[in-house]
Nanobody, 117 residues
């Protein structure tokens, strides 16, 4: 079973930036590098929604709300994936979760991002 641990959340002002990190453990590097990783988020009262995905080869995809502001990246040597969030808005406030396609889908516990207006 893969363990995913997110970090980097916090409180930021509107227009600010944050960089989230997700470290995967319990898997070999050659397995990590072939799996799809993603970031999701869930705001209070809302369903969890997809923010961005990245394949093992580095192909990325973004939600409409993230396109042009967020950048997902990965470092296969460190079994890690990142989410650079720029021009943050209050509506970006949510718990952000890391997801791996391994083992039918694995989740981290999330990291809180709060954007103050």
């Amino acid at each position: 079973q893969v363990q995913l641990v997110e970090s980097g959340g916090g409180l930021v002002q509107t227009g600010g930036s944050l960089r989230l990190s997700c470290a995967a453990s319990g898997i070999a590097g050659f397995i990590f590098r072939i799996n799809v990783m993603a970031w999701y988020r869930q705001a209070p009262g809302n369903q969890r929604e997809l923010v961005a995905t990245i394949t093992g080869g580095g192909s990325t995809n973004y939600s409409d709300s993230a396109e042009g502001r967020f950048i997902i990246s990965r470092d296969n040597a460190k079994n890690s994936v990142y989410l650079q969030m720029n021009s943050l808005k209050p509506e970006d406030t949510a718990v952000y979760y890391c997801w791996s396609s391994l083992y039918g889908g694995s989740w981290g516990r999330g990291t809180q991002v709060t954007v103050a207006s």
